[in-house]
């Protein structure tokens, strides 16, 4: 069984917004990210596996439990970052803190002191006070403090400057070997290629893709942009040399070539024939497959 389970979930909110037969799975101890466009329907789906929202058709489980029919036991179980946070401005830090440490049941001053000094926060001021990042971080600690086995975060980088976000990888990276279940949607590549396992994409409220990083990092595909001496040889690679090239540059005479790994060697030996000024790998990367989800015309 999976830990957290979405299956048709639709909520429609009318005028194509909303979110439409969401389906999605997250594996105990897996890091599963969640990316897509600004009103993709991240925040949504999320809301409905909080219990915060009722759905329309499909369900939304976390441990098999039914999430809107019973979002307090939901509550206790996982550790939440709300896109948005809102902190009860009469409040400290401190005293949030020990809110949400009473709510849980939980008062682990080891935890608590390991976690602000990750993240080095003075938790001591009225939150009203508090910098927009250090919002947001009060929020990422209040989310770990009871160190609960899953975890849902929506943006949780956002907002932190990059050296927090640096700090918030390593510490996400520590909270997976340890075993945590963690689903979270964000806008970073460079964040969710460092440590999500599996990484779906939403857009217009539909899942448009769902796929094992691994596979994207391991691509069996590479892409190669040649740079020729001179025209001669740039048009004579593409018409003798069996090797399937496109001319991208003519003015700087560069070939693209796409080929795969096992191919390499042959282009190499072909190469040799050519002057040849400069050869360079063109990654395929998370990033370059979720643009072309964020992109209009896909
Ligand atoms: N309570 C609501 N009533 C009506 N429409 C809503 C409501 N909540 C969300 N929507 C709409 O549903 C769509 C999905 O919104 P959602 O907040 O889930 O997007 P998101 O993927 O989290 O976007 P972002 O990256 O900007 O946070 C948007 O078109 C939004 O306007
Ligand atoms: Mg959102």
């Known amino acids: ?63 098999g439990i039914a999430c809107n029919k019973q979002a307090s036991k939901i509550l206790e179980n996982v550790g939440y970052l709300p896109g948005e946070v809102a902190l009860p401005e009469a409040l400290t830090g401190l005293e949030f803190i020990k809110m949400m440490q009473g709510l849980r049941h939980s008062n682990d001053q080891v935890r608590l002191d390991y976690l602000l000094d990750i993240f080095q926060l003075d938790p001591n001021g009225k939150t009203k006070r508090m910098s927009l990042g250090n919002k947001r971080k009060l929020a990422v600690i209040t989310a770990f403090l009871a160190d609960p086995d899953i975890l849902i975060l929506d943006e949780p980088t956002s907002g932190l400057d990059p050296v927090m976000q640096a700090t918030f990888i390593e510490f996400m990276e520590m909270e997976k070997k340890r075993g945590k279940t963690i689903l979270l949607s964000s806008h970073i590549f460079s964040e969710v290629d460092a440590i999500c396992d599996t990484i779906a994409i939403i857009k217009e409220g539909k899942i448009v893709s769902t796929v094992h990083a691994d596979d994207i990092r391991h691509n069996q595909n590479k892409m190669f942009h040649i740079t020729f001496g001179n025209a001669n040889d740039v048009n004579q690679f593409k018409t003798e040399s069996g090797i399937i090239a496109s001319c991208i540059d003519p003015v700087r005479h560069i070939a693209e070539v796409g080929i795969t790994d096992d191919e390499v060697n042959r282009l190499i030996s072909v190469l040799s024939k050519y002057h040849v000024e400069s050869f360079k790998e063109i990654k395929y990367t998370l990033e370059n497959h979720f643009m072309r989800f964020y992109e209009k015309a896909t």
Do not use: C, W
Not at 5 to 29: A, C, M, P, W
Not at 33 to 48: V, Y
């Open 1 to 63: 069984m999976s830990v957290i389970e979405v299956d048709n979930l639709t909520k429609d909110y009318g005028h194509g917004r909303g979110i439409f037969d969401v389906s999605l799975q997250v594996q105990k101890g897996e890091v599963f990210g969640f990316l897509g466009p600004n009103g993709a329907g991240k925040t949504t789906t999320i809301r409905h596996l909080m219990g915060f929202s009722n759905p329309m058709s499909g369900t939304a489980k976390i441990n």
